[in-house]
T-cell receptor
Framework: DTGVSQDPRHKITKRGQNVTFRCDPISEHNRLYWYRQTLGQGPEFLTYFQNEAQLEKSRLLSDRFSAERPKGSFSTLEIQRTEQGDSAMYLC?????????????FGSGTQLSVL | GESVGLHLPTLSVQEGDNSIINCAYSNSASDYFIWYKQESGKGPQFIIDIRSNMDKRQGQRVTVLLNKTVKHLSLQIAATQPGDSAVYFC???????????FGKGTTLSVSS
């Protein structure tokens, strides 16, 4: 257990529905990342926050995706009007942004299935 | 563009053997590299990392080698155990403030 928790672990939804995932990072970590992983592939970067500021978004992050970290602690990732291609594992990671220590600690992910 | 790739998608070894997992990267500006292990149904777990000012770093049963001349990274696991069976990913980080970019992974299978 890395200390990063994600909820829910699994989500099944119908195409067109909205879904929201939550991530609680390690408490002293100021950076929080969202990645997406499909079967057989490495994690793909989506976006990251430093404290409450969203500093970078991937081109993969379509307009249907939105992420927030309102108080610089937990984060939510919402997908609107889900499509079957959104089916994937959504991983959250956190890190302590200090010089010399850049490793990310990942949660166990939320597995999304869009029917 | 930035990309990180693996030479082999799968590697099968016998328990007790040493394993070597390879990774090629394309961004010569990357200054930080990291290996993760991912077991089924779990998130990636940190194994070892290395900065570009080093060419070797050792951990417990693991060694990472970095060859910047040919942009190659490898992970060596000594005395491989069945519990080492997992998918291994290398990842790189190009510049301060950007995220880790992952390769496709190598599945390591250890038979006893």
């Amino acid at each position: 257990d890395t200390g990063v928790s994600q909820d829910p672990r699994h989500k099944i939804t119908k195409r067109g529905q909205n879904v929201t995932f939550r991530c609680d990072p390690i408490s002293e970590h100021n950076r929080l990342y969202w990645y997406r992983q499909t079967l057989g592939q490495g994690p793909e970067f989506l976006t990251y926050f430093q404290n409450e500021a969203q500093l970078e978004k991937s081109r993969l992050l379509s307009d249907r995706f939105s992420a927030e970290r309102p108080k610089g602690s937990f984060s939510t990732l919402e997908i609107q009007r889900t499509e079957q291609g959104d089916s994937a594992m959504y991983l959250c990671a956190s890190s302590l942004a200090v010089t010399g220590d850049e490793k990310l600690f990942f949660g166990s992910g939320t597995q999304l299935s869009v029917l | 563009g930035e990309s990180v790739g693996l030479h082999l998608p799968t590697l099968s070894v016998q328990e007790g053997d040493n394993s070597i997992i390879n990774c090629a990267y394309s961004n010569s500006a990357s200054d930080y590299f990291i290996w993760y292990k991912q077991e089924s149904g779990k998130g990636p777990q940190f194994i070892i990392d290395i900065r570009s000012n080093m060419d070797k770093r050792q951990g417990q049963r693991v060694t990472v080698l970095l060859n910047k001349t040919v942009k190659h990274l490898s992970l060596q696991i000594a005395a491989t155990q069945p519990g080492d069976s997992a998918v291994y990913f290398c990842a790189e980080k190009g510049q301060a403030g950007t995220a880790l970019i992952f390769g496709k992974g190598t599945t390591l299978s250890v038979s006893s």
